[in-house]
C-alpha cells in the first residue's frame, strides 16, 4: 500500500496540505466577494465547501446543515446566493487572470459550448420551451452559454452566461425582472453572440489560447467562425455532415437577366462556376491515415484522420454604385477534418489553420472538444449546476461561479500534485502503463472529507431539530387558522 501511494505522491500530510490548500485558495478570492456595505466572503467559503464536498443535495438548507451546523436554516446562503448583489464575472475574471499567469497551462483551447437544464416552470429567469441540448428534447428548460480551457489533462468552467429568449424581453415578462434580479441593462443577445463576446473578452482577458473550438450549433456559423479568425486566432469547431463545401474556389457573381426575363434584374451573387458537395461526401472520396491523438489510461488514442483544403461561402449584405441593397457572396479556404470515430460513423470540423499545420495537432484540437462536455459535465454532477433550484438570475449566476472556482480548485491541486508522481519510465516497469490516471474531483473529495468531514446529527440535535420542524408546522397551522371560525 505504501508503494502505491507514493507512485501518486500521496501521504497523510498531503490530506493536511490539501486542507490549508483549500483555507489560502478561499482567501485569494474572498476579496472578490464583497458588496458596497458588507463583506460576504465567509459564506462563499460555505458553499465553495459545498461544491467540492458534498455529493448532491446541495439546496442551500442542505449545504448548510451539512457545512455549518446540522440546525441550520440555511437562510443566509439562500441570501447570499439568490439576492446578494457580488458580482458573478469578477469571480471568472479572476479565474482567467491566474490561469494566464500559469506557466504549466499556455497554450490552450477556449471551447465555447450551451447547456439546458429542464424546468418544472416557466417562472424562472430565462425559462422557457426551447431546445435541451444535453438532453436532446424540446422543453421547458434554462440554457446556459458556457466557456471551458483545456490544456494537456487540464479543464476548467472559466466563463458562462445565462441565455435569455427574446419572449423575456417582452413587455409582460420585463415586469418580473427587478423580482429576479436580471440587469436592468441587459439586452437581448443570441447565443451566438453571447458566445463571440466571451471570446472577445477572454482574449482582452489575456486568457493563453492559442485554438477555439466549438459544438456544430455554433461551428456550423460562418460569422460564429469569421468572427474568431477576424480576431487572429484559430478555430476547429465541428459542422453537422451535410455542411455544404466546395473542393475548388468557387466562382461568384451576379448572373445575367435572361432577356425574356420578367420581373426586376437578377441583382444579388450566385454561384456561377463550381461544384458542390456535402462534408460527408468529401468523406467517401478522400484517403484516411491514422494519427496520433494522446496518451491515455487505454493506451494510445489513435483514429483515422482526413485533411482536406476545401472552400465555403459567407453571404454579405452590400450596396451598389447606386446605394441599392444586394446579397453578395464570399468564398472562404478552410480546412475539412474528417475523423472516423467507428467504421460507420464519422464527425467533422472546419478549421482556419493552414494545410501545413502538424497532423498529430490537427488531431489534438478536434479531440480535445471532448473535455468540453467533461466541464460541464463536472460542473453538473460534481460541483452542483444540478442542484440549483432558486428561480432568480443571480442565483444562476452566482451558482456557477461558485462551481467554477471548485472546478479551478480541483485543476490546482492536479498540477501541484503532478511533480510528485513517479516518472513514466519507472510507473510502467513496476505497473506495466505509460500514463497514470490523475486525481480527479472525487478522488480529491474523498481525501478532503477526512479533513472537514460533513456535519452529523447527534441524538440531542437530531431531538431539537425535529422539534423545530414540528414547532414551525404549528405556527404554519396557527397562521392560516387565524380569524377563521375554526380556530379554538
Not at 417562472?123 to 446556459?144: C, E, H, N, P, T
Not at 476548467?156 to 420585463?174: G, H, N, R, T, Y
Not at 494545410?355 to 460542473?379: G, H, P, S
Request: charged residues 30%; neutral net charge.
Amino acid at each position: 500500500m505504501e508503494t502505491s501511494q507514493n507512485i501518486w505522491g500521496l501521504s497523510q500530510e498531503t490530506i493536511d496540505e490539501l486542507g490549508d490548500e483549500l483555507v489560502s485558495f478561499h482567501q485569494e478570492f474572498a476579496p472578490l466577494f464583497t458588496t458596497t456595505t458588507r463583506d460576504v466572503s465567509e459564506h462563499a467559503f460555505t458553499e465553495l465547501k459545498g461544491s467540492v464536498l458534498m455529493d448532491g443535495k446541495r439546496t442551500y438548507t442542505g449545504v448548510a446543515r451539512k457545512i455549518v451546523d446540522p440546525l441550520n436554516d440555511g437562510q443566509n446562503l439562500q441570501h447570499f446566493m439568490s439576492d446578494s448583489p457580488w458580482e458573478s464575472q469578477r469571480i471568472f475574471d479572476a479565474i482567467q487572470g491566474q490561469i494566464g499567469a500559469c506557466p504549466e497551462l499556455q497554450g490552450g483551447m477556449l471551447n465555447v459550448d450551451d447547456s439546458g437544464n429542464d424546468c418544472s416552470s416557466v417562472q424562472k429567469a430565462g425559462a422557457q420551451k426551447q431546445y435541451l441540448g444535453r438532453l436532446g428534447k424540446v422543453d421547458v428548460g434554462q440554457v446556459g452559454v458556457v466557456v471551458s480551457y483545456y490544456h494537456d489533462g487540464i479543464w476548467s468552467l472559466v466563463d458562462a452566461e445565462l441565455f435569455l429568449p427574446e419572449s423575456w424581453f417582452e413587455e409582460e415578462k420585463k415586469k418580473e425582472w427587478k423580482r429576479l434580479h436580471i440587469p436592468e441593462d441587459r439586452e437581448f443577445s443570441s447565443k451566438l453572440e453571447i458566445g463571440k463576446s466571451k471570446i472577445d473578452h477572454a482574449i482582452e482577458q489575456g486568457l493563453p489560447f492559442e485554438v477555439v473550438g466549438a459544438d456544430t450549433w455554433y461551428g456550423q456559423d460562418g460569422s460564429f467562425r469569421d468572427h474568431i479568425a477576424a480576431r487572429g486566432t484559430l478555430y476547429m469547431v465541428s459542422i453537422p455532415y451535410d455542411t455544404t463545401v466546395y473542393l475548388e474556389k468557387p466562382v461568384v457573381g451576379v448572373p445575367e437577366t435572361p432577356a425574356r426575363h420578367r420581373g426586376p434584374r437578377y441583382r444579388n451573387e450566385r454561384v456561377l462556376e463550381g461544384v458542390s458537395l456535402t462534408a460527408a461526401q468529401v468523406a467517401r472520396k478522400t484517403t484516411f491515415e491514422s494519427v496520433s491523438v494522446r496518451e491515455c489510461e487505454r493506451g494510445t488514442l489513435e483514429y483515422e484522420h482526413a485533411f482536406v483544403e476545401v472552400w465555403t461561402l459567407r453571404q454579405e449584405e452590400r450596396e451598389d454604385a447606386e446605394g441599392k441593397a444586394y446579397t453578395g457572396l464570399k468564398a472562404v479556404k478552410e480546412l475539412l477534418v474528417i475523423r472516423k470515430d467507428t467504421p460507420k460513423k464519422m464527425s467533422y470540423s472546419l478549421s482556419n489553420a493552414p494545410i501545413t499545420t502538424d497532423k498529430c495537432t490537427l488531431a489534438q484540437w478536434k479531440a480535445n472538444r471532448y473535455f468540453v462536455e467533461r466541464t460541464i459535465q463536472d460542473t453538473k454532477t460534481e460541483a452542483g449546476w444540478d442542484d440549483l433550484s432558486s428561480s432568480k438570475y443571480r442565483a444562476y449566476m452566482h451558482t456557477l461561479a461558485i462551481d467554477a472556482l471548485a472546478l479551478w480548485f480541483v485543476a490546482r491541486v492536479k498540477l501541484k500534485m503532478r511533480p510528485r508522481q513517479l516518472s513514466v519510465e519507472v510507473v510502467q516497469e513496476m505497473l506495466g502503463v505509460r500514463r497514470l490516471p490523475e486525481l480527479s474531483f472525487a478522488t480529491i473529495r474523498d481525501l478532503l472529507l477526512t479533513v472537514f468531514p460533513l456535519k452529523t446529527l447527534t441524538k440531542e440535535t437530531a431531538v431539537e431539530l425535529v422539534t423545530t420542524k414540528l414547532m414551525g408546522r404549528v405556527k404554519s397551522t396557527r397562521s392560516r387558522l387565524k380569524g377563521t371560525k375554526m380556530r379554538m
